[in-house]
């Protein structure tokens, strides 16, 4: 189909076919089965966004300040994503995660972050004696005070929107690739009107989940309040005769926007370092900064205790933060129905891939 038939009439629209866009028409449909759904995404397939360039972690919900809505989505969200992958059948694995201490001021900010874990309401998570840590990661060294997270595990994020896009469509919800939303008209009493590179579309609520383009398309509808700033976070990839069964993570420095250089392990057994924190202009920027290379060989060398590796570069992503470079704290998730007829994702950072099941049903709370 190269253009919409005359103008199309539904009850939903979704603009953005990322992994939150997948999760929300999949719980829309299920939750309203007489309303008609379609996801308008501009690029040619789906989770081609910021879906397709993270770590793929399935996190506990150890970082987030307790009552967000990153500490309450993270959680609730891992526990709806294992059962989903397993009845699914996305490739996904409970590979378990450490946070390491190298020194005293580390290892009091580790204690922090697990009181603030708790507090939060996460599980799955443990102090480990030294033995213990020896036993499970034995090529690692120099640790003096280590917490184990039981639940943290890895999934493949392209199989995992594909598979809520499948059940959405199961139920009849409708996906148009290569449809780009640039003209969206509120009206407080009537359907809502989108332009799209592919012909207009009538609607009664419009959920906009384009990830980094998130402040833009709100934009567009006169929401001129949100202002995402792109952060690029770079991947090397690691060589080591040394052995590695878990993600292994340095504690995070509360005053940092990243969690810190970390080794995550995917689907295929690859070891990778990243994502570092960069804030850049463009949200396009996805050029090769080889020239990170030293500072990833001293954050490894700290992380793990050898010189015994070589890293490659391999890849970026690119965060759609609310936090401005100045800020000094994080900024939560916000999912809001800033008018009646829509309703907005922004700042769908990390834990946005975990989150987003838990995402979906916030949003659909608001209808
Ligand atoms: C470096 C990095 C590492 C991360 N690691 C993790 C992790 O390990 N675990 C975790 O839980 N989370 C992680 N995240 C976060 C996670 O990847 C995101 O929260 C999640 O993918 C966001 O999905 P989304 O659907 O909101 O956005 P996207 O995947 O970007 O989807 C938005 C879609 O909207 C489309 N779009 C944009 N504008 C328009 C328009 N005008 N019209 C139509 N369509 C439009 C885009 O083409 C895109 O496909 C990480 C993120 C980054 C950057």
Request: charged share 25%; aromatic share 8%; net charge positive.
């Amino acid at each position: 189909m190269s253009h919409i038939n005359e103008e199309i009439k539904i009850d939903y629209l979704i603009i953005g076919a990322g992994v939150v866009g997948c999760a929300l028409a999949s719980a829309l449909s299920r939750k309203f089965k007489n309303k008609s759904i379609l996801v308008a995404e501009a690029g040619p397939r789906i989770a081609e966004g910021v879906t397709s360039r993270n770590s793929g972690v399935i996190h506990a919900g150890i970082y987030y300040p307790p009552q967000s809505l990153k500490a309450k989505s993270c959680i609730r969200g891992k526990n709806l994503l294992y059962e989903w992958a397993l009845k699914k059948n996305v490739s996904h694995k409970n590979i378990g995660k450490l946070i390491v201490a190298k020194n005293e001021i580390e290892s009091e900010m580790l204690d922090k972050l697990l009181s603030n874990a708790i507090e939060s309401g996460a599980t799955g998570l443990l102090k480990i004696s030294s033995n213990e840590l020896k036993n499970k990661e034995p090529d690692l060294s120099g640790v003096i005070n280590a917490v184990f997270s039981s639940q943290t595990g890895i999934i493949d994020p392209y199989e995992l929107a594909k598979s809520f896009k499948e059940d959405a469509e199961s139920r009849d919800v409708m996906f148009l690739t290569n449809t780009k939303v640039f003209e969206i008209s509120l009206s407080n009493n009537g359907m809502q009107k989108v332009s799209t590179t592919r012909g207009k579309i009538e609607c009664e609520i419009v959920f906009n989940s384009t990830g980094l383009y998130a402040d833009e398309v709100s934009a567009l509808a006169g929401i001129n309040k949100y202002k995402i700033y792109p952060v690029k976070g770079n991947y090397f990839k690691l060589r080591t005769k040394q052995k590695y069964n878990h993600l292994i993570y340095p504690v995070k420095n509360p005053k940092d926007a990243g969690l810190g250089v970390h080794l995550t392990i995917d689907m295929a057994g690859e070891y990778r370092l990243g994502p570092d924190v960069e804030y850049i202009i463009s949200k396009e920027d996805f050029s090769a900064q080889e020239e990170k290379k030293i500072k990833f060989i001293n954050a490894v060398e700290k992380l793990f205790g050898t010189k015994d590796f070589e890293l490659s570069y391999d890849t970026c992503g690119i965060r759609p933060k609310l936090r401005s470079p100045t800020d000094d704290k994080e900024k939560d998730f916000i999912v809001s129905k800033d008018h009646p007829g829509m309703i907005n994702f922004v700042g769908i950072e990390s834990p946005g891939l975990t989150s987003a099941m838990a995402l979906a049903d916030t949003a659909i709370k608001l209808i």
